[in-house]
């Protein structure tokens, strides 16, 4: 029986598929060319290069480099310096499997673990500053800000939530080093795998984008449209959730905060992907959720406190 409600959210998404076959079309296409332009060459070639690098050795020296600054501003270990860097340049979910493979190969807590997925799973730098900023608004005016918003958000929440799982201690402890894996002797078996551990993740997000993608038009066409749960549609996919919003909201000082927290949770879309890369780890999403939740509306606080000053100095 506790299957049972899940079965009928299910059968009723099939239902829907049936009635509306077209809207299924539109958006399983709208998903896969997402996917294919934007996700594949952005994500993959970074899938690759980290799990290079976490197999041959090479998060060492990003650890020596960025390892005192990152112990200073967000007491993680030089191991966990590697998720933050990966989490606030590379995009979702690219913060949640750095993490989890930190994790896996014994680099960091599971303490750690968590504390890492709390604030450094976030939307890249290159997303906001193109589709954001210069695809959707349009406006050169807002980079600054937003750029500012969703990136100091994570970093300041993350001066919260460590408190949660640092347990009293003032840094997340270093890994002995003769518990951690040596990197491997690089060579084409090595490279091969890496590659096809890359392809593997990159497919799942693929298909995460493209069922979110199908349900978020399927909510479009269904005759409810305007109810409640269509209001929550955007949430469900991030990008085409943020074109949703501009299009059916003209009011920038609503559309704004609106894109700006969308942003900062990431989608349910995201989410999905997230627990995806959690596998095999005992990372929890529930927490993942509130926390993003939290960043969600801190952002769009701050995107608000932004227009009201622009108009008043304007």
Known sequence: ??????????????????????AVFKGASEGLLLWYQIIFPTLFPFLVITNLLLATGGLRIISRVFGQLSRFVFRVSSGGTFAVISGFLCGYPMGAKITADLLKDGRITPQEGKYLLSFCNNTSPIFIINFIVWKTFGKRSLLLPTL???ILVPVLLSFIFRKFYLNGQKYFPEIPAGTVSAGKTFNFSVFDSCMMNSFEAIVKVGGYIILFSVLLT???E????RSFISALAPTLEVTNGILLLKNTVSDINIC????????AFGGFC???QTQCMLSGTDLRIFPYIIEKLAAAAAASLLAVLYLYLSQLTG
């Open 1 to 22: 029986m506790k299957h049972f409600p899940a079965g009928i959210a299910v059968t009723a998404v099939f239902a829907a598929m049936l009635f509306f076959p077209k």
């Open 270 to 272: 995201s989410i999905a």
């Open 218 to 220: 399927l909510l479009q």
């Open 256 to 263: 704004y905060p609106a894109v700006t927290g969308l942003t």
């Open 148 to 150: 500012s918003i969703l």
């Open 222 to 225: 269904i005759p409810w449209q």
